[in-house]
C-alpha cells in the first residue's frame, strides 16, 4: 500500500476490543479518507515507532502520525476527533485542559480496558471493502 505525507495514520492495539471498536467508529465517520492504520503489534508500527515508545507503554497508547509528528493518548484522541464528520470536531476543544489531566483519565481507561471491554487472541483481520486503510 502506498502511504502519502498528507495521510494520517492510527496505530492501535490490534487484540484489544476498545480499540477495535474505537477504529470501526472512525472509519464510519473519516468522510474525507484522511486515515490509515495499522496495529501497534506490526512491523509497520515498528518501522514508524522505531524506540520512540517505551515498552512499557507501547500497547498502552492510541498514536496518530500526522505531518511527520507523533501525538499519543488524549492527544492523538482529540486529534482524531478533529477530523471526523459530524459534531465530533467540537472534543478537540478539550485540547485546552492540561495534558498531564487528559493523560491521566485516558491512563485510566487504557489500564483498564482488557478488563472492562475484553481482548482478542488475534489482531483484527480487515474486511475486503477495508483493506485499503489498513497498511
Given at each position: 500500500?502506498?502511504?502519502t505525507?498528507?495521510?494520517?495514520?492510527?496505530?492501535?492495539?490490534?487484540?484489544?476490543?476498545?480499540?477495535?471498536?474505537?477504529?470501526?467508529?472512525v472509519?464510519?465517520?473519516?468522510?474525507?479518507?484522511?486515515?490509515?492504520?495499522?496495529?501497534?503489534?506490526?512491523?509497520?508500527?515498528?518501522?514508524?515507532?522505531?524506540?520512540?515508545?517505551?515498552?512499557?507503554?507501547?500497547?498502552?497508547?492510541?498514536?496518530?502520525?500526522?505531518?511527520g509528528?507523533?501525538?499519543?493518548?488524549?492527544?492523538?484522541?482529540?486529534?482524531?476527533?478533529?477530523?471526523?464528520?459530524?459534531?465530533?470536531?467540537?472534543?478537540?476543544?478539550?485540547?485546552?485542559?492540561?495534558?498531564?489531566?487528559?493523560?491521566?483519565?485516558?491512563?485510566?481507561i487504557?489500564?483498564?480496558?482488557?478488563?472492562?471491554?475484553?481482548?482478542?487472541?488475534?489482531?483484527?483481520?480487515?474486511?475486503?471493502?477495508?483493506?485499503?486503510?489498513?497498511?
Amino acid at each position: 500500500m502506498r502511504v502519502t505525507p498528507s495521510d494520517k495514520i492510527i496505530l492501535f492495539d490490534g487484540v484489544c476490543n476498545l480499540c477495535n471498536g474505537a477504529v470501526t467508529f472512525v472509519i464510519k465517520r473519516d468522510k474525507k479518507n484522511l486515515f490509515k492504520f495499522a496495529t501497534l503489534q506490526s512491523d509497520i508500527a515498528k518501522e514508524y515507532l522505531g524506540e520512540s515508545l517505551s515498552e512499557k507503554d507501547f500497547l498502552a497508547s492510541i498514536v496518530l502520525i500526522e505531518n511527520g509528528k507523533q501525538y499519543t493518548k488524549s492527544s492523538a484522541a482529540l486529534r482524531i476527533a478533529k477530523n471526523l464528520s459530524g459534531a465530533y470536531p467540537l472534543l478537540y476543544i478539550f485540547m485546552i485542559v492540561p495534558k498531564f489531566l487528559r493523560d491521566w483519565v485516558y491512563s485510566i481507561i487504557a489500564k483498564n480496558r482488557y478488563k472492562w471491554f475484553g481482548k482478542k487472541d488475534a489482531c483484527m483481520i480487515p474486511t475486503p471493502e477495508l483493506k485499503e486503510k489498513f497498511l
